[in-house]
């Protein structure tokens, strides 16, 4: 089982590294498209830019026809004048000349613009063929890279296929068959418990279900997402150790209606946790053995409130940190779970701390309450 459990984590990485791989794989090519997308755009604008450089050589040499057409019209203006006989024929001849000059004048100007814009133009085109030029360098960079990271890819890929078939054949096989269902759904079939939870989906586990993670005999899966589950002792080491060192530890409420406490020497039993319940006139005890969580005897009842009911139990003892829904402390049956014990026991170990450093600060000043003075 542990092993199956151990072969599965492995699993997990491998099926992960796979994943990672092929969609590395597929989005490869997507870059190169990219890159070949802004090459075409490229590619286009310098087409623009030079058919309207062309646009632009072809109205000047029609502006530069119109004047040759001008002129040949004034020279033979010119000519005809000579031989008019009349005044009113010369002065129309010379206002047809005036005219023409003026057309000259129009076209010349329209040419200069059209210089000017020449300039622009090719500035554009030479920009355009620059850029073209980086972008299909760049281009052909980026596809030799991918080639080169396919193949590399391609070639862990096999190697990870390998490791994944070998640890499959090493699992049991209705374990394996149930990794797989979440993992095809949920893209990924295990799942490490800490502080209680699922730490993938972070539902709180119910103590029996945390217990029997805890214990490893058998592969649960988690009642919310389904993947199976597994404890690693050391990272719950560490939280606890966390807890330890950055909670300061919460003084219990004086008037709460449930109340747990250490009692270092309960009758023949010794060392024990009792938690008691105020009911509306009644009041209950509940008694634990210290190491186990084993429960000891049956739960006692009886009239008024446990701290008028239970006097003699109240000796010596020491108030801890607790606080259970009622019906949740019914379902634990007869034994305390595994994440209750281990939070009473740390409490007590951080009340003694406590008790002896101020013991000590407190020595020179007025002595402490004792907490079962309370
Ligand atoms: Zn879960």
């Not at 000519?79 to 000349?97: C, G, P, R, W």
């Not at 009792?274 to 005890?285: D, E, G, H, P």
Request: charged share 35%.
């Amino acid at each position: 089982m542990l092993q199956d459990l151990e072969n599965l984590k492995q699993l997990q990485v491998a099926d992960k590294e796979i994943q990672r791989l092929r969609e590395e794989v597929a989005a490869l090519p997507k870059r190169v498209a990219v890159i070949e997308e802004k090459l075409a755009a490229t590619k286009a604008k310098l087409e623009k830019a030079k058919g309207a450089a062309k646009a632009d050589e072809a109205a000047r040499k029609k502006y530069e026809a119109s004047i040759q057409d001008l002129q040949g019209k004034i020279s033979k203006f010119r000519d005809q004048s000579l031989a008019v006989k009349t005044n009113d024929q010369y002065k129309a001849l010379m206002h047809e000349i005036q005219f023409a000059e003026q057309e000259i004048r129009a076209n010349e100007d329209k040419i200069l613009e059209v210089m000017m814009n020449t300039e622009a133009r090719d500035k554009d085109v030479k920009a355009a063929e620059a850029e073209l030029k980086t972008e299909t360098a760049e281009i052909e960079k980026e596809k030799e890279e991918a080639r080169k990271r396919t193949a590399e890819d391609e070639k862990l890929l096999a190697e990870w296929n390998a490791k994944r078939d070998g640890l499959r054949s090493g699992i049991d096989p209705d374990t394996l068959r149930r990794y797989e269902r979440v993992m095809k759904y949920r893209g990924s079939g295990l799942s490490e418990v800490r502080d209680q939870k699922c730490t993938t989906c972070q539902v709180m586990l119910r103590p029996q279900t945390y217990n029997e993670v805890r214990s490893g005999q058998t592969i649960i899966e988690c009642e919310s997402c389904q993947r199976l589950l597994y404890f690693n002792p050391e990272n719950e080491a560490k939280i606890e150790r966390t807890n330890l060192t950055t909670k300061r530890r919460a003084k219990p409420k004086v008037d709460s209606q449930q109340a747990w406490f250490y009692h270092p020497s309960f009758g023949e039993e010794g060392e024990v946790f009792l938690a008691f319940i105020n009911a509306s006139t009644t009041s209950s005890r509940r008694v634990f053995e210290l190491h186990t969580g084993r429960q000891i005897g049956d739960i006692l009842n009886r009239e008024g409130s446990f701290r008028l009911a239970f006097p003699e139990d109240l000796n010596g003892v020491v108030r801890l940190n607790g606080q259970w829904d009622e019906e949740e402390i019914d379902s634990w049956g007869s034994e305390l779970p595994m994440v209750v014990l281990d939070s009473l026991q740390r409490d007590l170990d951080l009340a003694r701390a406590e008790s002896s450093h101020s013991t000590h600060a407190a020595a020179a000043e007025t002595p402490s309450e004792h907490p079962a003075a309370r």
